[in-house]
């Protein structure tokens, strides 16, 4: 069974940095794509960055030059540096996951159970 598991998130002053881990477990064959969402009370779950299994990211906008995403596929754990954060990156931030079981297999899509990321003085 397939596990991806959130850790690092807390409580943070505004301009403060705080680093994201997200550990993939289970019977995995190969991890594609890994990113994080998040989403804030009352608003649609959004991508914040995304990292292909080659190391090509993505990022949302509203993180670029404040947010780093990495990945160490020996492993399959995906991180997220935040630094210089806001109020506004307040929510809760989700790791996901397209990944094969087998050779050849189908992708799935794998979600972490999310991790509160609060950013407040």
């Known amino acids: 069974q397939v596990q991806l598991v959130e850790s690092g998130g807390g409580l943070v002053q505004p301009g403060g940095s705080l680093r994201l881990s997200c550990a993939a477990s289970?019977?995995?064959?190969?991890?594609?794509?890994m990113g994080w969402y998040r989403q804030a009370p009352g608003k649609q779950r959004e991508l914040v960055a995304s990292?292909?299994?080659?190391?090509?990211?993505n990022y949302a906008d509203s993180v670029k030059g404040r947010f780093t995403i990495s990945r160490d596929n020996a492993k399959n754990t995906v991180y997220l540096q935040m630094n210089s954060l806001k109020p506004e990156d307040t929510a809760v931030y989700y790791c996901?996951?397209?990944?094969?079981?087998?050779?050849?297999?189908?992708?799935?899509?794998?979600w972490g159970q999310g991790i509160q990321v609060t950013v407040s003085s």
């Open positions: 996901k996951a397209n990944l094969r079981l087998v050779a050849g297999g189908y992708e799935y899509v794998y």
């Open positions: 990292i292909t299994s080659g190391s090509s990211t």
């Open positions: 289970g019977s995995i064959f190969s991890i594609n794509t």
